[in-house]
């Protein structure tokens, strides 16, 4: 990890941190022996500037983190003792990084999936439906909305959000959108690419002119990322290369929509462009696996969206098996999968796409920070932000193997509880 503190570096006093201990089970994600996961037993958390500064064994706290001590007094100047909270056995994990959402938007489309759940399929163009919601509502509407969802992300244990456009698709309402993002996240996409609106219906290569043209110049300034759907549906690899290399030369870093609805080029233009992300991945070829394999491109499946399109699910045990990066996300969007729950994401890749437990906790957390290029989230380890997630279970596995309950007990983001 870059911008971290020394491995086994002391630290001399712990004013605005805590001591999480008595911890059963901790998932720091800095991997030893061949656990991915570097999974301690018994051992505790020091917090401080909303930073880790340690981990470790509960019985071996640096003597400056021991409430009450002589050492620790005279090391603090006296200032109060570092709180301590006992974890009471229970499990503690890094925050989930939910690196693809699509959380600001109107309306919503229940009938939409009702109809999906009588039998109708899936297809891009329901985006439109949520196009129409999202330009009538106000920013103040949109505001409360996402911050709802936020808020319900966070319940849920996410502490980073990836958040996209795509719900404007006119230089005014994709700027809106970016700017509201940019108000809870440092990590906006610009997905102007994601459908062509209806005014210009059969006019696709004039509305990609426009998206990466004057819009990405408008909407480039709020956003860290571009992104686009290359599927049947929505837009050509030739279309997406074009709006990402635009977005390239605007200082964007790449991520992608591909391969959700069938085979296809996306992945491999994912993976030709650099993309630090391709996402969805439900229908791979054995060269895009190969491709993924020897790239630095995450593959991020969204096991949400087959859960509410009735699709069948990607093979994770197949990317994993070549060596692929995964991350595992929520998509949440009112068409695809509208839920913000990490935890279901977990079970449903556990149970449905051949994960272990302890791959698929990996995935939603260090993997996700992968698929962001973050190196200081996804880990419980020194430097990295105290994003910790204290779980009402003895282990991570409980998240797969108690499927739909509230198992998230206490969460902390940049070492404040939320
Ligand atoms: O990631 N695939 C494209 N975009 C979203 C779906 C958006 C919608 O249906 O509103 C997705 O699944
Ligand atoms: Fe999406």
Redesign the pocket.
């Known amino acids: 990890m870059s911008g971290v503190g020394r491995p086994g570096a002391r630290p001399v006093s712990v004013p605005d941190g805590f001591l999480l201990t008595n911890i059963g089970e901790l998932t720091t994600n800095v991997a030893v022996d061949g656990d991915r996961c570097g999974t301690l037993r018994d051992a505790a958390v020091l917090v401080e500037g909303g930073r880790v500064v340690w981990t470790g064994p509960a019985a071996r706290v640096p003597d400056a983190a021991r409430p009450g001590s002589a050492e620790s007094a005279a090391a603090r100047g006296g200032a109060p003792a570092v709180e301590v909270i006992d974890a009471g056995g229970r499990a503690v994990v890094p925050g989930f990084v939910d690196s693809?959402t699509?959380l600001v938007f109107g309306g919503d489309?229940a009938e939409e999936f009702a109809a999906r759940m009588a039998g109708e399929p899936?297809a891009?163009g329901?985006?439109r439906t949520?196009v129409g919601a999202t330009r009538a509502a106000t920013d103040d509407e949109l505001r409360a909305r996402l911050g709802g969802f936020v808020a319900e992300a966070r319940a849920q244990g996410t502490t980073t959000l990836e958040i996209k456009t795509?719900?404007g698709l006119d230089v005014e309402t994709e700027t809106r959108l970016a700017r509201l993002a940019a108000e809870v996240t440092d990590e906006v996409t610009f997905l102007g690419a994601?459908v062509v609106p209806p005014e210009f219906a059969d006019r696709a290569d004039d509305y990609v002119d426009l998206v990466a043209g004057d819009m990405l110049a408008a909407v480039g300034p709020h956003a860290r990322w571009v992104d686009a759907?290359c599927?049947t549906g929505?837009f050509s690899p030739a279309q997406s290369r074009r709006v990402l290399e635009a977005g390239r030369a605007a200082g964007l870093g790449i991520r992608m929509?591909g391969n959700?609805l069938g085979y296809g080029e996306g992945v491999a233009l994912a993976v030709a462009l650099g993309a630090a992300a391709v996402?969805?991945c439900t229908y791979l070829s054995d060269d895009d696996v190969v491709a993924l394999a020897g790239s630095d491109t995450v593959a991020t499946l969204?096991p949400g969206?087959e859960f509410s399109t009735r699709q069948p699910y990607p093979d994770a045990r197949r990317l994993l098996d070549a060596g692929v990066t995964v991350a595992l996300a929520s998509?949440c969007?009112?068409?695809?999968?509208f839920t913000t729950s990490m935890p279901l994401m977990i079970a449903l890749a556990v149970r449905e796409m051949g994960m272990t437990p302890a791959e698929a906790l990996w995935a939603a957390t260090a993997g996700g920070a992968r698929a962001l290029r973050r190196d200081d989230v996804g880990a419980i380890a020194p430097g990295a932000r105290a994003d910790l997630v204290l779980l009402d279970a003895p282990t991570r596995v409980h998240l797969a193997y108690r499927p739909g309950v509230p198992l998230v007990r206490r969460v902390w983001k940049d070492g404040v509880e939320a």
Not at 333 to 337: D, E, K, L, V, W
């Open positions: 693809h699509h489309r899936y891009a329901g985006i949520t795509g719900y994601h759907f599927e929505a929509h959700q996402d969805h969204l969206v998509d969007n009112p068409g695809s999968s």
